[in-house]
């Protein structure tokens, strides 16, 4: 398994600012997710960070909106850009380590006004 | 394209009865691996089991146990003498190949009443 943190655990925030959420992992992983959770849903990919790519953005997820970045093989950071109500969310990273089991992080409860 | 049904929106129950849940998948892939997580009510998402595709064989863990059945496509988890700590949201997902995204199905709410 994996040990994942991240920060803040949970922020209140005005529209139009920005906020960076850091995840954590306690072993050197390849693949790393950002997944958002909406008030009441399920998850949703936003992207795949691997470390020394871009990363990939699912359908619906822009660069500009969702920068991430992954400088080494256990940290990778999400932005959330120019913050809207709607954007009100768990925010969570996972990753995926040997035996291909995947293990998410406490989350990141935002709450946008 | 990959999906994942979960059917039951809500189910409740009294303590040490049995509860099954259902996932419902649909993937072109014949290499894939099926998940189920649960949520408390604390938000975080705890890893329960991953199947791949080629093992159909069912599995048991203490109180829990999962049926995968690929004729049906089907991944269903039962609870066995349920208590109120299993109180939570559990979430079947998929993914179609080692290191790509997981698809989740809805959730399905369990309350467990003493």
Redesign the interface.
């Known amino acids: 398994s994996a040990v994942i943190s991240q920060k803040p655990s949970r922020d209140i925030c005005q529209r139009g600012t920005s906020l960076t959420i850091q995840c954590q992992v306690d072993s050197q992983v390849t693949m790393m997710f950002w997944y958002r959770q909406q008030p009441g849903q399920s998850l949703t990919l936003i992207a795949t960070a691997n470390q020394g790519s871009e990363a990939t953005y699912e359908s619906g997820f822009v660069i500009d909106k969702f920068p991430i970045s992954r400088p080494n093989l256990t940290f990778s950071t999400l932005t959330v850009s120019n913050m809207s109500p709607e954007d009100s969310s768990i925010y969570l990273c996972s990753v995926e380590v040997w035996g291909y089991e995947q293990y998410f992080g406490p989350g990141t409860r935002l709450t946008v006004t | 394209a990959q999906k994942v049904t979960q059917a039951q929106t809500e189910i409740s129950v009294v303590e040490k009865e049995d509860v099954t849940l259902d996932c419902v998948y649909e993937t072109r892939d014949t290499t894939y691996?099926l998940?189920w997580?649960k949520q408390p009510p604390s938000?975080?998402?705890v890893?329960l089991i991953?199947r791949?595709s080629f093992d159909e064989q069912n599995e048991i863990s203490g109180r829990y146990s999962w049926n995968f059945q690929k004729s049906t496509s089907s991944f269903n988890f039962t609870i066995t003498a349920s208590q109120v700590v299993d109180s939570a949201v559990y979430?079947c997902a998929l993914?179609e190949a080692?290191?790509n995204?997981?698809?989740?199905?809805?959730?399905t709410i369990l309350r467990v009443k003493s």
């Open positions: 691996y998940f997580y938000g975080e998402l890893f991953r791949n979430f993914s080692n290191g995204k997981l698809v989740f199905g809805a959730g």
